[in-house]
């Protein structure tokens, strides 16, 4: 049986892909820093384990001292990180990395995390200009795509076959901060206006981790290196996201289009510019999504209800990320203004 290691596999992208490999007789070896986290379902399928931490050099020999057919790291964010990675990967027959569409730069130079949005006039493919390493922490807004590119770069120069995986907003059972959380809580609690900002397009392609694990398949067992866009077929608004989320659990909002020259992001998918990537590289190597956005959302909307009915609180309800959209009050105040000028 083929042997595959996931590297930061508790999220939704390790999900996916343990559950896609199963399902083709892969063994698997999932990691991750807290063993809570690990999906119970994935252990009583037989996926083994390992408490990792990514960033140490001996704890990730370790768990890599066995080789594999193919490694998944779902955690690699910079140079330093992928370049842990080589001394092992004459022992892996292909590596993946989970790179991001935050590398890609505009013609002004502009990308996803820039102060001036980005505005690409179609459909971005891989040979799009990118970020340039810039010294920046990870982790910052300027500096998260910029070290991925950095990360690509040393894999890349590395000679061992690799393919870098470039997904859009990631969407998924286990995902650390799962965007629909906006539309679901506001369905669960009856919340029936929904702002719309006038000004922005709210397309930003979504990218299912049902649908990455599915490229990941199909070329595990590909020669050669690969850099691939890897997006849903479709690309829905926000407003379309809105309405399917609600639709699953039984609700309507009531949209409202605000101009409020003061008014804010009002929802994750709010952009100046649509934002979609070009996959026709990755369909060429013989991948097959496993849907659209509609039919690989409902496993996230199930499980997300779920969470909502059976704890008091959910595991990213104290995310900074999502305070400003459940700001009710703020919302009825800019409603009773632009009431009361129409």
């Known amino acids: 049986m083929p042997r595959a290691v996931i590297l930061g596999g508790t999220g939704a992208i390790g999900y996916a892909v343990a559950n896609r490999l199963l399902a083709d007789n892969w063994t698997i070896i999932s990691t991750g820093r807290n063993r809570a986290h690990f999906p119970f379902s994935l252990a009583k399928k037989g996926v083994r384990f390992e408490v990792t931490d990514r960033g140490d050099s001996r704890s990730l020999a370790k768990v890599l001292a066995g080789g594999a057919d193919l490694l998944v790291d779902c955690v690699c964010y910079d140079a330093v990180g992928a370049r842990m990675l080589l001394p092992h990967l ?8 989970i790179s991001s569409k935050a590398i890609y730069v505009d013609a002004s130079g502009n990308h996803s ?22 010294g920046l922490d990870p982790d910052s807004r300027m500096g998260y ?28 059972v286990h995902a650390r ?41 199909t070329v595990a067992p590909l020669s050669g290196n690969h850099i691939l866009n890897i997006a849903d077929p479709d690309a829905p608004s926000g407003m379309q996201i809105a309405h399917i989320v609600a639709d699953y ?3 309507l ?77 703020g919302e009825d105040r800019l409603l009773a203004r632009a009431h009361n000028r129409s």
């Open 145 to 172: 795509g910029a070290n991925k590119a950095a990360a690509e770069e040393t894999l890349l120069d590395s000679g061992f076959l690799v393919t870098i995986l470039r997904p859009s907003k990631i969407h998924g």
């Open 253 to 329: 909002f009531d949209v409202k289009v605000v101009t409020d020259p003061q008014d804010r992001w009002l929802h994750p998918w709010d952009t100046r510019y649509a934002i979609t990537l070009d996959t026709r590289r990755a369909e060429q190597l013989g991948y097959r999504p496993a849907g659209n956005y509609a039919t690989t959302v409902k496993a996230e909307l199930r499980w997300l209800k779920a969470l909502a009915h059976n704890s008091p609180t959910v595991p990213f309800g104290d995310d900074p990320f999502f305070a400003p959209y459940f700001d009710y009050r």
């Open 113 to 134: 995390n820039s102060d001036t949005p980005p505005s690409f006039a179609y459909p971005i493919d891989e040979e799009q200009p990118t970020m340039r390493p810039n």
């Open 177 to 217: 901060r799962p965007r629909e959380w906006v539309f679901v809580r506001r369905a669960l609690e009856r919340r029936s206006p929904l702002l719309v900002s006038a000004q922005r397009s709210g397309v930003d392609h979504p990218s299912a981790a049902a649908n990455i694990a599915a490229l990941i398949a």
């Open 249 to 251: 659990l039984g609700w």
């Open 90 to 97: 004459a022992n892996i027959s292909r590596t993946v990395m």
